[in-house]
């Protein structure tokens, strides 16, 4: 048996290279599917000739470095990646080639076959499955992708961006071509091919451009997706009016499919749902139902800003994507509904789940600094404690500052992976709080218990209101600090 073995936050390292744009092409057979990738390479290191892309069950059919075949001398593979030993120190281009089997893949992650449908789960490190890459959320790429495969089977070939190309390939297959324009990291890749219906609509933005929308759904469904749309519509509308957030790409698809295993995933401009999540028609879903698929068809397009066009430096940052898109869905749903009903609401689902995690071993901060699974930290804690962290500044600085912070916040890091400090950092530059002691909130674990006592004394007419901090140690029995007052 092997060690569980810790990451920690303070051994992060930037990369040594960036991958500024990723050609793929996905050649679909019923046995293997080939991917091609083209990287092109900037070493951020002039002096590091090696580059160790991360790469999981890959069978490498081929390895080129400026078109010419790499020596295996100047390479080392191994199960968890692939070492390049002599690159150049100016830009250049790594072609490599692998084979994938989707169908044997069972551990969801990377590109996987369910039902009749291929489909992908790359958060937080599934694109390793895909290919050889700098699989890490800093890494930030523009990706153009090709999928090919049986036009028959798999009508409908899917990937994030804009469609720019499609066509045949010999009598039965057909192509189509997929460019994203704006960077991202690999953990936001997707791609889907099936042989689906669809729901369309359209919604014209703040800026008068048209975008298109669709629902991919399993055969039969189409009739279902009417709430979905009309939720997706009110969140485009609701991001830019309430933060001036407006949709960046031509089209927008959510894949919504029985054979998806996550819960959602906000790929960009291709989010991917179980159709739980999304489907309802009323005969049958209640007013819960649809109150959740409002709610999580919201917060995936929410992410296109805070998560996708801003994202996390490394994993520990987690909560600088879900914390705030969880306020934000919060925040919407309590728009569209009762803001009274919607705060119970959330109250009450901070208290049943996140406090009693608070409570037991598992406990950990909103920021964690170290982990062995990070699977195993998408927890209430990363997301509807750190949601209240935000409010609790929103409260502090009031709407308009809110609002000022979060342009700010855009303005500043668009196109990039930062860290939870940077977004605290450009949320309260005008704003006057002990932002060095508020940032307790994100670092220590366990809910700190508030006594309230009150005193009237009616001869003096002289109210005194007491308040006592109890600060619990941490899982570890360490003393922890008072928070903010
Ligand atoms: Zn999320």
């Known amino acids: 048996m092997r060690e569980p073995k810790n990451t920690y936050l303070s051994d992060y390292r930037p990369p040594s290279h960036h991958i500024t744009h990723c050609e793929l092409v996905f050649d679909i057979f019923d046995e293997k599917t080939i991917v091609s990738n083209t990287m092109k390479i900037?070493?951020?290191?002039?002096?590091?000739?090696?580059?160790?892309?991360?790469?999981?069950?890959?069978?490498?059919?081929?390895?080129?470095c400026?078109?010419?075949?790499?020596?295996?001398?100047?390479?080392?593979?191994?199960?968890?990646?692939?070492?390049?030993?002599?690159?150049?120190?100016?830009p250049c281009t790594i072609s490599v080639v692998t084979a994938i089997y989707p169908k044997q893949n069972t551990n969801l992650e990377g590109l996987y076959v369910s039902g009749d449908i291929y489909c992908t789960q790359n958060e937080p490190e599934g694109f390793?499955?895909?290919?050889?890459?700098?699989?890490?959320?800093?890494?930030?790429?523009v990706f153009t992708t090709t999928v090919i495969a049986d036009r028959?089977?798999?009508?409908?070939?899917?990937?994030?961006?804009?469609?720019?190309?499609?066509?045949?390939?010999?009598?039965?297959?057909?192509?189509?071509?997929?460019?994203?324009?704006?960077?991202?990291?690999?953990?936001?890749?997707?791609?889907?091919?099936?042989d689906l219906d669809v729901f369309s609509d359209s919604f014209v933005t703040s800026s008068r451009r048209s975008v298109d929308l669709n629902i991919y759904v399993d055969k039969g469904n189409r009739h279902r997706c009417s709430y979905a749309m009309r939720s997706l519509k009110a969140a485009m509308k609701w991001d830019e009016k309430e933060?001036?957030?407006?949709?960046?790409?031509?089209?927008?698809?959510?894949?919504?499919?029985?054979?998806?295993?996550?819960?959602?995933?906000?790929?960009?401009?291709?989010?991917?749902?179980?159709?739980?999540?999304?489907?309802?028609?009323?005969?049958?879903?209640?007013?819960?139902?649809?109150?959740?698929?409002?709610?999580?068809?919201?917060?995936?397009?929410?992410?296109?800003?805070?998560?996708n066009r801003i994202t996390c430096r490394d994993w520990f940052q987690l909560t600088l994507k879900e914390g705030l898109t969880v306020f934000r869905d919060q925040c919407f749903s309590a728009d569209m509904n009762s803001p009274v009903v919607q705060r119970i609401k959330d109250v009450k689902m901070l208290q049943q789940r996140q406090f009693a995690e608070d409570a037991g071993p598992t406990a950990h901060p909103v920021k964690p600094d170290h982990?062995?699974?990070?699977?195993?930290?998408?927890?209430?804690?990363?997301?509807?404690?750190?949601?209240?962290?935000?409010?609790?500044?929103?409260?502090?600085?009031?709407?308009?500052?809110?609002?000022?912070?979060?342009?700010?916040?855009?303005?500043?890091?668009?196109?990039?992976?930062?860290?939870?400090?940077?977004?605290i950092f450009a949320l309260t530059q005008d704003c006057r709080i002990d932002i060095e002691q508020f940032k307790l909130w994100y670092t220590q674990e366990r809910t700190p218990v508030l006594y309230v006592d009150e005193k009237y004394d009616a001869e003096n007419r002289e109210y005194t209101l007491y308040l006592t901090q109890i600060i619990p140690k941490s899982v570890e029995g360490k003393e922890q600090k008072p928070y903010l007052a």
Request: glycine share 8%; proline share 3%.
């Open 152 to 194: 028959e089977r798999f009508p409908i070939l899917l990937s994030n961006g804009n469609m720019i190309e499609k066509g045949s390939v010999g009598d039965a297959r057909h192509f189509v071509k997929w460019h994203d324009p704006f960077v991202k990291p690999s953990y936001l890749f997707a791609l889907v091919a099936g």
């Open 128 to 141: 390793r499955r895909i290919s050889y890459f700098l699989d890490r959320p800093d890494n930030m790429t």
């Open 66 to 90: 400026n078109g010419i075949e790499i020596d295996t001398e100047s390479y080392l593979q191994n199960d968890t990646g692939l070492k390049l030993l002599n690159l150049p120190a100016d």
């Open 243 to 307: 933060y001036g957030r407006e949709y960046d790409l031509d089209v927008y698809n959510i894949v919504a499919v029985d054979s998806f295993n996550m819960g959602a995933m906000e790929n960009k401009g291709l989010n991917i749902f179980n159709s739980h999540y999304v489907l309802a028609d009323e005969e049958h879903a209640t007013d819960q139902d649809f109150m959740g698929i409002e709610s999580v068809i919201a917060h995936e397009y929410f992410h296109n800003w805070t998560g």
């Open 42 to 64: 900037l070493a951020l290191d002039k002096e590091n000739r090696s580059l160790l892309l991360n790469g999981k069950g890959l069978e490498l059919l081929s390895l080129k």
């Open 371 to 423: 982990y062995i699974e990070i699977n195993n930290f998408y927890t209430a804690t990363v997301y509807e404690k750190g949601a209240e962290v935000i409010r609790m500044l929103h409260t502090f600085m009031g709407p308009e500052k809110f609002r000022r912070g979060m342009d700010r916040y855009f303005i500043l890091f668009d196109g990039q992976a930062v860290r939870t400090e940077d977004f």
